[in-house]
């Protein structure tokens, strides 16, 4: 990880023994392995390095890493949208942000007037901010055509609550039944949670390009 801090992840280091008996339950969270030890597996890729870490070793993994990043993009491209997605230098009150994403919602046919005074309904009945900056408002029930997440980047910090000051915001739009790929979509939400320098990457991103970038990068 020296060479791609912000990349990889150690999860474990093994043995080679100990590896070709991990179970594919063991290996869930695992995206590649990294051996100095030519070694098969069925269930994740490997990429052999020497021990000494050659320039062909980081190249190879640096290759690895971009395709990683693509299949983690296709997973969660289709929640967002260009037209979803916006950066403000400020917002006088979250209701007015939350009809301004709506309205970009509605105008796609994605959510009817209904949704609005739902979402408006659950801010009243508890907080909606996941942390001190991460926000995701979202109606009292599953009411839309398709599953999109609008999304707002804040340069000033908005008030949500009496404590927490807010500055990315995402307004959830899910639609009923629809599970495929949910999974990768609330793993983007915890990331965010929970990981102060994500936080930064999508507050610098002041295009959509930029923003995805930010999401699929993460690991």
Same mark, same amino acid.
């Given at each position: 990880?020296?060479?791609?801090?912000?990349?990889?992840?150690?999860?474990?280091? =093994?043995?080679?023994?100990?590896?070709?008996?991990?179970?594919?339950?063991?290996?869930?969270?695992?995206?590649?392995?990294?051996?100095?030890?030519?070694?098969?597996?069925?269930?994740?890729?490997?990429?052999?390095?020497?021990?000494?870490?050659?320039?062909?070793?980081?190249?190879?993994?640096?290759?690895?890493?971009?395709?990683?990043?693509?299949?983690?993009?296709?997973?969660?491209?289709?929640?967002?949208? @260009?037209?979803?997605?916006?950066?403000?230098?400020?917002?006088?009150?979250?209701?007015?942000?939350?009809?301004?994403?709506?309205?970009?919602?509605?105008?796609?046919?994605?959510?009817?007037?209904?949704?609005?005074?739902?979402?408006?309904?659950?801010?009243?009945?508890?907080?909606?901010?996941?942390?001190?900056?991460?926000?995701?408002?979202? @109606?009292?029930?599953?009411?839309?055509?398709?599953?999109?997440?609008? =999304?707002?980047?804040?340069?000033? @910090?908005?008030?949500?609550?009496?404590?927490?000051?807010?500055?990315?915001?995402?307004?959830?739009?899910?639609?009923?039944?629809?599970?495929?790929?949910?999974?990768?979509?609330?793993?983007?939400?915890?990331?965010?949670?929970?990981?102060?320098?994500?936080?930064?990457?999508?507050?610098?991103?002041?295009?959509?390009?930029?923003?995805?970038?930010?999401?699929?990068?993460?690991?």
């Amino acid at each position: 990880s020296l060479y791609f801090p912000d990349k990889i992840t150690i999860l474990r280091s =093994v043995s080679y023994l100990t590896f070709t008996k991990m179970t594919e339950e063991e290996l869930q969270d695992v995206d590649f392995a990294i051996s100095t030890i030519a070694v098969q597996s069925n269930q994740i890729p490997v990429i052999t390095v020497n021990f000494a870490l050659h320039n062909e070793d980081i190249e190879a993994i640096s290759k690895h890493l971009s395709q990683t990043d693509s299949i983690q993009l296709r997973r969660i491209e289709h929640f967002f949208d @260009p037209s979803l997605f916006f950066h403000f230098d400020h917002y006088d009150s979250k209701e007015e942000l939350i009809k301004t994403l709506y309205d970009a919602l509605n105008e796609q046919g994605i959510v009817t007037e209904d949704f609005l005074p739902s979402v408006l309904k659950r801010e009243t009945l508890g907080q909606t901010n996941m942390n001190e900056i991460f926000a995701m408002p979202h @109606p009292m029930e599953l009411c839309a055509s398709e599953t999109k997440v609008a =999304v707002a980047i804040l340069k000033k @910090p908005l008030a949500w609550n009496d404590s927490d000051n807010i500055q990315i915001v995402f307004l959830l739009a899910i639609k009923q039944g629809v599970q495929k790929d949910m999974e990768h979509l609330y793993d983007v939400f915890i990331n965010i949670v929970n990981d102060t320098k994500l936080q930064q990457r999508i507050l610098k991103a002041e295009s959509f390009f930029q923003f995805m970038q930010a999401l699929s990068d993460y690991k």
